[in-house]
Each structure stands twice: as structure tokens, then as C-alpha cells.
């Protein structure tokens, strides 16, 4: 499934990934990594204000 992630900076420059097919927290919990088909995206924590997805991304997770 693809999906657009948007990364909003501290500066308020924004990045908007629209074909993402994953975006996680690196374990350190230092970077957000974004992938696409094209290239891996490494996305430092400290220079996020906020980072936003496609809803749909959650909708085919059952809750437990």
C-alpha cells in the first residue's frame, strides 16, 4: 500500500512523500526513517515539528 506522509521541520519547511510504502521510528529513537519505491528517506527527531499520514494507512489494523 502507498501512502503520503508530510514531515513539517522546525523551520517550517515541509516534506511531502506521496507514494511512502513505510515510516517508522529507528530504534535508537534518533531518526524517522520514510521509504518509498525510489529511495529511504532519514529524517533527523530533533528537526521535526510534526510529521502527518494518510489515515488510511491505520484503517486495515484491527485493535485489540
Known amino acids: 500500500m502507498q501512502y503520503w506522509v508530510k514531515v513539517v521541520f522546525v523551520d517550517n519547511q515541509e516534506l511531502l512523500i506521496k507514494d511512502a510504502v ?3 521510528l ?4 534518533e531518526f524517522i526513517y520514510v ?3 525510489r529511495e529511504m528517506i532519514l529524517v533527523p527527531i530533533k528537526q521535526i515539528k510534526y ?3 494518510d489515515a488510511t494507512v ?3 489494523r ?3
Open 26 to 29: 529507528s530504534e535508537d529513537q
Open 22 to 24: 513505510s515510516h517508522r
Open 35 to 37: 521509504e518509498s519505491p
Open 62 to 64: 484491527k485493535s485489540s
Open 58 to 60: 491505520f484503517s486495515g
Open 51 to 53: 510529521l502527518s499520514c
